[in-house]
């Protein structure tokens, strides 16, 4: 779902700046859009300015992120995991096979996610911020 939305700086500022504790940045990200995300992003703490998710077509929810995957322009860590290993490389490259293989499959993983139980009442939770790991 990372082919429509925002992501706000704070949450992958570290892949900019102290990706080891060194000061870098994630070498997995390329270096250009690095160099770009840099110039929206105020510093490592800004939780005001937000970017596109898929900087390809971010207004449009397509398939388009994975192009921008492939060329190593995933904003989040989850985003350069997707390369990591042949099957999910695998599942990018499929992705990209054309809009309709997206769609059918994004529509698949929506049915399964409606089929996980829902916790209601005092089990369940609404996170207003999906990020807050509630301890």
Do not use: W
């Amino acid at each position: 779902a990372h082919t429509i939305g925002v992501g706000h700086c704070n949450l992958f500022s570290k892949r900019l700046y102290n990706f080891t504790g060194k000061g870098d940045a994630d070498p997995s990200l390329d270096p250009t859009y690095a160099a770009f995300l840099r110039k929206q992003c105020k510093g490592p703490s800004d939780n005001a300015t937000v970017v596109a998710m898929d900087p390809l077509t971010p207004l449009f929810f397509d398939n388009r992120y994975f192009a921008s995957v492939q060329q190593h322009r995933g904003l989040f860590q989850s985003d350069a995991a997707l390369l990591t290993d042949a099957e999910s490389q695998r599942v990018v490259k499929e992705m990209l096979k054309g809009p309709h293989k997206f769609f059918a499959h994004f529509a698949h993983s929506i049915k399964k996610m409606g089929s996980v139980g829902v916790l209601t009442g005092n089990a369940g939770e609404i996170r207003k911020k999906c990020y807050v790991v509630n301890s």
